[in-house]
């Protein structure tokens, strides 16, 4: 069997992103969601008798339940996805803060990333290797808006903690196995421009590119960011990183016709990238949130409905990554449907 490794799995990434749609993975809170974990299931044996209330951190699942993360992270893979992301969405200071585990940011990134790869390599072969995506969340904070109404220049974190926090964790991931970075579901720009930066210090450090992945969101019709960005100004803020893609998650629902769509948004970015910067692709996440004139729609059909949206992206040439927050069952039903696209 070929010896894949970080430089050569790049390679076929981007060599394939030139012929196909690359498809990443679901979303993994809603599987977990689906194991109906109880607190003592969070805690485990390590942390059984940690002080505070441990059930909804997900990302201590990795730890306590590896288990059940490999096996969504194979459900994916087995339903054809190629590029698999860590459960590491709020492995990051502020987020781990909340339960009092901020110390224990590089463990979350580290093992988080060592059990994706397992994973990955146990299903990889000599044609088609498959890739760990490391997650860099947004955090629970913001350093461009004040969390206090009666004082607009307060902030609850700032820049230089921002780019420490992100740093040890993309250290981590890249230690444990991770093939490239995403920095993913940015509502504040300047959040992502710490995680770009903090990814630049560990790239000089270890003396190779980290390829990196950026994923915005839309909060709400207006098409904005929650810092209050439009899609053309969000690209042009973070487009100096030359990101190997960048695209929207699911926060707007892809069968909103009209200007306010995900897919209208995606295309704006596209619409404006420069000449020079053409190697980055566009990525597009899909989700049920279904307009309430489609109620017929939910639960049992929704599977074909994305399917027949994600077929129409493709073939407009919207994207060439596509992910759903769905879970499993809507992602194996739109992968049949890609691959007939």
Known sequence: MAQW????????????????VVILDGGMGTMIQQAGLSETDYRGVEFAEWPSELKGNNDLLSLTQPELIADIHRQYLNAGSDIIETNTFNSNAPSLGDYGMDEFVNRFNRDAAVLAREVCDSLETDERPRLVAGVLGPTNRTASISPKVDDPSFRNVNFDELVATYSEATAALIEGGADLILVETIFDTLNAKAALYAIDVVSERLGER????????????????????????????????EPLSIGLNCALALPNCGRSSVSYRTWQMRVYQPIRMLACLTSLGSTISLPLRWPILWPSTVPQVLSILWVDVAARRLSTLL???????????????????
């Open 5 to 20: 490794n970080r430089q050569s799995r790049v390679a076929w990434l981007k060599s394939t992103l030139k012929n196909r």
């Open 210 to 241: 980290i390829e990196i992945m950026i994923s915005g969101t839309i909060t709400d019709a207006s098409g904005r960011t929650l810092s209050g960005q439009t899609t053309e100004a969000f690209w042009h803020s973070v487009r100096h990183a």
């Open 323 to 341: 992910r759903s927050w769905l879970g499993l069952k809507i992602t194996r039903q739109n992968l049949r449907s890609k691959n007939h696209a």
